[in-house]
């Protein structure tokens, strides 16, 4: 089994800043792709950034320029830095990640619960 847990969300004024972090664990033989996905009350879920194993990186043009995804190997960690806040920032985040499992050998797509972020103006 795999499990992925998410922090760091909360409130936060327009123009601050929130550092999410997402923790994989359980039966880990190898993680690839790694993303942050968000979804705010009446639209879709929408990918926010992704991070390769190799640190390749992709982010949605709301986000490019003040946000950062990176990523621990050694820690099966991935991290979201958003800057400069805004109002349509307010969503749950997810954390999505694409798990090998360790006795399986089989490559599976694994979801976080969410955490919310509420960006106030």
């Known amino acids: 089994q795999v499990q992925l847990v998410e922090s760091g969300g909360g409130f936060v004024q327009a123009g601050g800043s929130l550092r999410l972090s997402c923790a994989a664990s359980g039966s880990i033989f190898s993680i690839r792709l790694m993303g942050w996905y968000r979804q705010a009350p009446g639209k879709q879920r929408e990918l926010v950034a992704s991070?390769?194993?190799?640190?390749?990186?992709n982010y949605a043009d709301s986000v490019k320029g003040r946000s950062t995804i990176s990523r621990d190997n050694s820690e099966n960690t991935v991290y979201l830095q958003i800057n400069s806040l805004k109002p349509e920032d307010t969503a749950v985040y997810c954390c999505?990640?694409?798990?090998?499992?360790?006795?399986?050998?089989?490559?599976?797509?694994?979801w976080g619960p969410g955490t919310q972020v509420t960006v106030s103006s």
């Open positions: 991070i390769s194993s190799g640190g390749t990186t």
């Open positions: 999505n990640a694409n798990v090998m499992g360790q006795y399986l050998l089989t490559w599976g797509s694994y």
